[in-house]
Each structure stands twice: as C-alpha cells, then as structure tokens.
C-alpha cells in the first residue's frame, strides 16, 4: 500500500480541509448545514482522489477523470419533479 501523508499535494489538500472545517464551524445555523456540509464534502472529496491517484499507476490521469459520483460544480441538474421532468427554476 503506497503511502500518501507525505505528498505536498495531500498535506495542501488536508490543511485546506481542516481550514474549511474551521471556517463552517463559525457559520449560521442554515449555512453550515446547507453551504458548510457541501463545503465539507467537496474538501474531503479532494483528499479522497488524491488517495485514489496515488495507489495507482497512472496518477495524472486519475486526479484529471471526473468523478463518478459527483459532477463537477456548476453542471448539476436540477430537481427533479415527477410529474414534470427536469425544473428549470426553483419555483415550478
């Protein structure tokens, strides 16, 4: 099992964790769990695929992929309704 602790991408990647923990700790009640857990999230998800890249062989290729189970931000669809398919506004 290759060993990751020491990597400059992985410890940049856990202090930026670590100070995204600190900053939700200091929102509102709504935000840290709406915005903060989404915050939290994303940041642990970048220390996940620093992890992945590293055990294995192609590691460039492997931190470049896009994720399986998140999109990227920006191209995440909407609710979906039953009755009416994909909503175009939060409203409908």
Not at 28 to 44: A, M, P, V, W
Request: one cysteine or more; aromatic letters at 8%.
């Amino acid at each position: 099992m290759a060993r990751y602790e020491h990597l400059p991408s992985y410890r940049a990647a856990f202090d930026l964790a670590v100070h995204v923990e600190k900053l939700v700790r200091g929102f509102t009640r709504y935000h840290k769990y709406s915005l903060g857990s989404e915050l939290r999230e994303r940041s642990r998800a970048i220390l996940a695929r620093i992890i992945d890249a590293n055990h294995s062989r192609d590691r460039a290729a492997r931190l470049l992929q896009r994720p399986r189970s998140a999109p990227w931000p920006g191209s995440a669809r909407p609710p979906r309704n039953p009755r009416h398919g994909w909503r175009r506004c939060a409203d409908g």
